[in-house]
């Protein structure tokens, strides 16, 4: 038997100073070994929102499925795979209709109308939570702005910022170009 994983993040801080690929890697790979597999094949978006549908990774994934290259698929929580809860069915409904089965590590999926219904209800509120996460940290830069600081990275050519200080200044070899 062939299994795949998709494993993802979401920001390129994620991808750079963070733990969770290599974790969900490890993870998934493992969980695809104790169910059989003996090869597995890996996906992956380093840095790319669940929110949106159309990643290199889900993409290479979709096609594999399509062509029927693998009969499992792992993934660590459905909200790796997608953020948005129709995409998350239209993607499961795609395995689905190739025969393939569905595992997560967080969540225990059940083909049956109380798992379904469950599944739609975590992919609700996965789509929820990002939606209130976007709401807080725009919240957050608002007042950060009107307390005289600035609300994002701050590299303009001809100054810098600070963030130890929050003072702006300029660059002298760019001011004068």
Request: charged fraction near 35%.
């Amino acid at each position: 038997m062939r299994a795949a994983i998709y494993i993802r993040v979401s920001t390129d801080d994620q991808v750079k100073y963070g733990y969770s690929i290599a974790e969900q890697r490890e993870a998934c790979c493992s969980r695809a070994k104790e169910m059989g597999a003996k090869e597995v094949l890996i996906f992956s978006d380093e840095g790319v929102s669940g929110v949106i549908l159309e990643r290199p990774g889900l993409n290479e994934l979709r096609e594999a499925a399509r062509e029927s290259r693998f009969q499992i698929l792992v993934v660590r929580d459905p909200d790796r795979l997608s953020r948005k809860l129709a995409h998350q069915l239209l993607i499961t409904e795609e395995l689905e209709r190739h025969n393939i089965k569905l595992e997560f590590l967080d969540f225990d999926w059940k083909d049956n109308p109380e798992g379904r219904l469950f599944y739609s209800i975590r992919g609700a509120i996965a789509e929820y939570e990002r939606e209130k996460i976007r709401d807080r940290m725009r919240r957050g830069k608002d007042q950060k702005a009107k307390q005289g600081g600035i609300p994002i990275n701050f590299d303009v050519f001809g100054y810098q910022y600070n963030p130890e200080t929050g003072i702006v200044s300029y660059r002298e070899q760019e001011k004068k170009q």
